[in-house]
């Protein structure tokens, strides 16, 4: 769902009759879903080699990017955020930083994610609020609330486990002119549901990259659903990542509110330091995170 666990960003996507934990299908035992797109692809043979793909797709060890966001409700009134977003991986797991730097009456908020793949670790969030000069523990099972009052969970942006999702192979099309797997999936536990706010939907993945590059769920409140679209895909640093993306909220299938990201200076791979991404550091008066840009001198 990468800024999908990663913004790894940024995280959904969507996903005939083969379940993540079930039988085979025996006529494509043999076969790819879809022939390899370079030699070096990894070969789908079956749904859940799709959803593992999803799972375990690279993001690159760190990133860092300004996020743009337009966020528009039901009544066409608009407003605006830009944050500063940021990745560092910690062995299998990663952690997600990030800050606003605009509005004015959202300045020096920020948020501190652990996106954990170790089920003895769970994914946990830290918010800052400056009016407080607090630092607020978020529940780890609730991870449903909106990214700085966007169409996007905080759940969202965090890496789906494929153990957590059963699934079913729909077929194979393309997307902005990118060959995609088309998939079913399903959340196993209502733990998960409450986690992201979503139940079952649609995943489509990139069949290169395994990156989700549309998808479309029912949200866990009636009759809701919520749809993610990239609209700019591109390699940055060896890394395939969505320049502009939108996530729109639907009420029994009418718009209510729609949500633009677009991307600015976005790198990977820039060695970025790792006490930016320990607790202690947020909302701390001498972290020169908030005042880091890609360009500047390397940490």
Known sequence: MTIHK????????????????????AAEAEAPLIAPATPTSPAAMNCRDVIDGVQNRYNGYDSWRLVHMEITD??????????GAAHKNFG????????VFEPAELRDVEALLRDSFEP????????????AEKVIDV??????????????????????????????????????????YKLYVNPRTEAEVIRLGL?????????????PVYSSFNA?????????????????????APEKYRVSTLKEGRVISVSVFTTEGETFNIGLPSRWFERDDLGSKTSDFRHFRTGTAQH
């Open 92 to 99: 299998i797991n990663r952690r997600l930083r990030s800050i």
């Open 120 to 131: 003895a670790i769970p994914d946990k969030v830290w918010s800052y609020l400056p009016s």
């Open 139 to 180: 529940k780890s099972e609730d991870l449903s609330q909106r990214l700085y009052g966007s169409d996007l969970a905080i759940g969202e942006m965090l890496i789906r486990l494929a153990k957590d999702y059963d699934c079913e192979f729909l077929s194979t099309g393309d997307y902005l002119g990118f060959p995609v």
């Open 199 to 211: 139940r079952d939907g649609e995943l489509w993945v990139d069949t290169e990259t395994f990156m």
């Open 6 to 25: 990663s913004l790894r960003f940024l995280a959904s996507a969507s996903l005939c009759l083969l379940t993540l934990g079930g039988t085979g299908l």
């Open 220 to 240: 866990d409140a009636p009759n809701e659903q919520r749809v993610l679209e990239t609209l700019k895909l591109r390699w940055v640093n060896g890394v395939f």
């Open 74 to 83: 039901e009544n066409g009134a608009v407003k605006t955020r830009t944050i």
